[in-house]
């Protein structure tokens, strides 16, 4: 897909297919601090003080652009450039887009959602579902949001066309909108964080131990999701809850929920 911004600077990004796949490219996750230095060197190479990183960006936008690796953009980059305006949100989101190829991961919040439901599967020795071979680095359109369209469910061509073709100019629009936007406020998750924090400060606890309350702490939190999960797959979530050391187990299996 080929989009050219009202600047006249144009970007090719690889368009989504269901059977596509990255042909065995690493993918390298970049903080947005990394970004930035992309797109200085491919905008005004004098703000990067270091020859060495200098090259070491060159490098790293040759290898994206020429199919030697996959650059990744995530929920959270794309967060990260919304407090940005003017031609600095421009730069940045340009080189973002340029060197990310239309490739994005998937919105954590689903690849949690979706190994939660796995691990729930898997534990009840129950089909796995569809959705649980989902790839997190991925060309589907929007897969970053937590509430994207599911591209990989359309079974209707011209729907699955459009919303392919169209994916690339909206990614690009929400990276190189000049307009500011204000990060959102979340009192609640850092009270709660806090209190877990200050509890686990106020205990003499093994690291067995406190590593089994942290799980208890962390489902009870959740509890949601694991009923959520449990109604896709069709198991009883109550009873895989009810067995703690089982539950630990099982979640140490799972590559994003263990973290």
């Not at 406190?210 to 959520?228: C, E, M």
């Amino acid at each position: 897909m080929i989009s050219t911004t009202r600047r006249g600077d144009t970007l090719i990004s690889e368009a989504y297919s269901p059977v596509s796949t990255d042909k065995g490219r690493p993918a390298v996750y970049l903080d947005q601090n990394h970004w930035s230095k992309l797109a200085w060197a491919m905008v005004d190479p004098s703000k990067i003080a270091s020859r060495d990183e200098f090259a070491a960006a060159m490098r790293i936008i040759e290898l994206a652009t020429d199919a030697g690796i996959v650059l990744p953009l995530s929920s959270a980059h794309f967060t990260e450039t919304y407090p940005l305006y003017g031609d600095r949100r421009y730069n940045l989101g340009l080189a973002m887009a340029h060197t990310a190829g239309g490739w994005e991961l998937r919105s954590p919040m689903k690849v949690w959602d979706n190994e939660v439901a796995v691990m729930l599967a898997t534990h009840k020795d129950v089909p796995l579902p569809a959705f649980s071979e989902l790839p997190v680095v991925t060309t589907e359109p929007l897969a970053f949001l937590a509430n994207g369209v599911r591209a990989y469910e359309i079974d209707n061509d011209w729907d699955l066309f459009q919303l392919v073709i169209s994916e690339p100019s909206i990614t690009l629009s929400c990276l190189i909108d000049p307009t500011p936007e204000a990060k959102g406020d979340v009192p609640g998750w850092v009270q709660r964080n806090q209190e877990i924090t200050d509890y686990f400060a106020g205990q003499r606890l093994s690291d067995a131990d406190r590593r089994t309350q942290a799980a208890g702490f962390f489902w009870t939190d959740n509890i949601q999701v694991l009923a959520r999960a449990a109604a896709r797959v069709g198991v009883d979530p109550r009873l895989f809850a009810q067995d703690a050391k089982e539950l630990l187990r099982q979640t140490e299996t799972m590559p994003f929920v263990q973290t």
